[in-house]
């Protein structure tokens, strides 16, 4: 997703191109995400994935709601909402969403670019 305008002070802010289709969940919402639509889904969400994760970079917080819709038919995403991004080794604190969370997160033992998955 093309960047729009980047500044860093007084306070960081991205400006990115809005996407009227919003996330997955108001897409659902608005017609059931078919069996197709989730394999297209996971295909790009792991695409996505495979581009942060070899530079140590873990989303920790992938959730319907942080996946934008660019397209529906065909269907394009693109992650979004890096808010609780790292790139540190050995993560431990507990991030993301309750329900969304992987079970290393939950029992809060260390843990890598995995829990993305």
Do not use: C
């Amino acid at each position: 997703m093309p960047v729009i305008a980047f500044w860093e002070m007084p306070t960081p802010v991205l400006i990115i191109p809005y996407l009227s289709f919003g996330n997955l969940s108001v897409q659902h919402r608005a017609s059931p995400i078919t069996w197709d639509e989730t394999e297209s889904i996971i295909f790009q969400s792991l695409s996505r994935l495979a581009y942060l994760h070899p530079r140590s970079v873990a989303h920790r917080d992938l959730k319907p709601e942080n996946i934008l819709v660019e397209s529906r038919y065909p269907l394009s995403i693109k992650l979004a909402n890096f808010s609780l991004a790292n790139n540190k080794s050995d993560l431990k604190t507990f991030y993301g969403t309750r329900g969304y969370a992987a079970p290393e997160v939950y029992f809060n033992k260390t843990y890598t670019t995995a829990i993305d998955l």
